[in-house]
């Protein structure tokens, strides 16, 4: 899923892309984007907040971040008291296939 910012000729400026379970109340962010020439206004920050707001009391993760990222998810962490560790391990319902294979056959999740 993905919650996606547009300016006003409707152009993507922002994106946030995450997977959620409602059963576990979990969820991992795969990646915030926010355009160039609106960086640093807040985009990545709105979206986060409205991802929360959808996703009430659900435990978050993150993939590898970048430098920029983890400041950006070490902020929001003091900001919002939600923890965005990385690569946390994922519920058996957003392994997908794959995943839900590998953790059956070797008792671990696959590499994020």
Same mark, same amino acid.
């Given at each position: 899923?993905?919650?996606?910012?547009? /300016?006003?000729?409707? *152009?993507?400026?922002?994106?946030?892309? $995450?997977?959620?379970?409602?059963?576990?109340?979990?969820?991992?962010?795969? /990646?915030?984007?926010?355009?160039?020439?609106?960086? *640093?206004?807040?985009?990545?920050?709105?979206?986060?907040?409205?991802?929360?707001?959808?996703?009430?009391?659900? *435990?978050? !993760?993150?993939?590898?971040?970048?430098?920029?990222?983890?400041?950006? $998810? !070490?902020?929001?962490?003091?900001?919002?008291?939600?923890? $965005?560790?990385?690569?946390?391990?994922?519920?058996?319902?957003?392994?997908? %296939? $794959?995943?839900?294979?590998?953790? %059956?056959?070797?008792? %671990? !999740?696959?590499?994020?």
């Amino acid at each position: 899923m993905e919650i996606v910012l547009r /300016d006003g000729r409707e *152009r993507v400026i922002a994106r946030l892309r $995450f997977r959620a379970c409602p059963v576990c109340r979990t969820g991992r962010i795969h /990646d915030v984007w926010v355009g160039e020439a609106w960086q *640093r206004q807040g985009l990545g920050r709105e979206a986060l907040h409205s991802l929360l707001a959808l996703h009430p009391g659900h *435990r978050w !993760s993150t993939t590898l971040k970048t430098r920029q990222g983890r400041a950006f $998810f !070490s902020a929001m962490t003091r900001e919002t008291s939600t923890g $965005f560790p990385t690569a946390a391990p994922l519920c058996p319902h957003l392994r997908g %296939r $794959f995943g839900q294979f590998v953790h %059956r056959v070797t008792g %671990r !999740s696959p590499a994020p």
